[in-house]
């Protein structure tokens, strides 16, 4: 298919690469009285290690498994490389999905678990064989083929799983919450080889998490769902920089607000991120800040960072701000915060 | 264990197997009378392969307890799958054990009845229909406890490999329940071969099973040949309930974390 476009004029060459692969549009899914899915429309590029963040009941799995054949959309249509991808059956969809449970088969080895999708294929014995050497390689696990899952630690099961999916060179690589079973430790080497993984492979991986940490740390382009629907698609940084809600800014890393009524009378919601503000002695603040002044009540030292709460009149939340290395104010010592104005972002309407 | 309550158990135990114990030793009594003992002999377990009447018995029951065993199975299985899958109901989920605990003489009674509205001849046939029944129920609570231990993303992680949703079932959902379905099997089996109050109920006069047979010949007596009977029925039990057991403990399935 590539090789047809390549041959075309240079416009639909470039075309064809900057249209997405992935093309979710209008989607719509409930379960009886609950609403999953609520006009759900997301475009995911080639190559991209794309996220699906959000809290748990979201809708994040259900999309992941309407990709997947799994279910399938009331109302909107998906497309894969511009085909239409609800009309495909399960079985024959270029998508594989890495389940948050494993679902590895018990009464089948690790090779056989590897080799399942590509017997379904009907390849031959001697394709089967290099190719299943190949995927336990990748993920690490070459010599423990004749084990059974049971044998296995959760963290081996979790790289059987991810070579039972890759074998097959799938186009689309769902995984549904991949490190959710694991140990912290474990999580933080396993995020960096799905990372590496997924440029060594090249496959589009869309991968849904609840955790924002994992979801900023790995992916390219973060798509926050709430209640069925899309609150923000982005890029980590700018989803940090520049939340377009207050769900956005609450949900990812920690935020401060602040109020204000403009000259329409209408209630304005800024966010300003704790690296944003500043804090000092009372009066020291520079000129053409905006500043606040209160008591400091807290402090969380995280190493090379620390968290500073001031407690402001008439605030419900303390301020976070964050300083580098240590602090040398105490708390209950009267402060004063200040940011620049231009820090400040702009809360759209949505989840005011 | 306290002295007392271990003198509470022997007795328990000794009051469940003594019975079973002198069936087996009257079983190898040459003497063939049960209150003296004329040397050990196997005797009776000729006789018993010589009596035409039992040899009739073991053909119906085996006949009927290969068949219920069979579509006891097959449908037990496929219920258990269905009711884990589309009912919701608690109703439907304990009316299917009814057939299990319902006392069997309103079960044969009910049979009866039914056989007799539709006009079907009572025979083996009847009897493999009706033991068909119970046993289902048990092969269904069986294969379900089985099932609650299976993960349910099994099969759509088949179907995601490439399979389709029969073979997704046959090649994955099957195997994984084996064992549970081996355990219902062997259950149906042993259930069907000693059952008398259902076959009294429903068989014709023509191929009465075993436990009919041995019933009609102690009405005059029990002859050593039925200890000899008795015994090999013991040992088989014991076999398949000891099968069971290994079956239906949970290892090699991977929890749902």
Redesign the interface.
Known sequence: MTSHIDHTSPVAAAEASTSPLVSVSSVHKRFGSVVALDDVTIDIARNEFFSLLGPSGCGKTTLLRIL???EVPDDGTVTLDGADLVAMP???RP???M?????????LNVERNVS??LE??KLSKSEIRPRVQEALETVGLSGLGKR???QLS?GQ?QRVALA?AIV?RPSVLLLDEPLG?LDKQIRTQMQRELKRLQSEVGVTFIVVTHDQEEAMSMADRIAVLRDGHVEQIASPNELYEHPASRFVAEFIGSTNLFESVNEKGSTELRCLRPERLQMGLVGEHPAGHEHVEGVLADVQFYGGLSHCYVDVAGRENPLIVASVGSVSYRPAQAVAVWWHPDSAVLLGKTGL | MSRPMRFHLFMVYTFLFLPIGVLVVLSFNRSGLPTSWGGFSTRWYGELVRNEQIREGVKNTLIVALGSTIIATVLGTLLAVGIQRFVRSPFVESAILAPAVMPDIVLAVGLLAFYTMVEMPLGRLTVLVSHSLFCMAFVTAVVRARLAHVDPSLEEAARDLGDTAVGAFLRITLPSLAPGILAGALLSFTLSIDEFVIAFFTNGPRNPTLPQVIYANVRFGVKPDVNALATILLIMSVLAVLSVQRLTRPTDTIEAS
């Open positions: 997947a054949g799994l399960t079985h024959r998508v594989n999905l389940f948050q449970s494993y679902a590895l088969f018990p009464h399942y999708g379904r294929e059974r899952p049971t959760g099961r039972r097959k079973a």
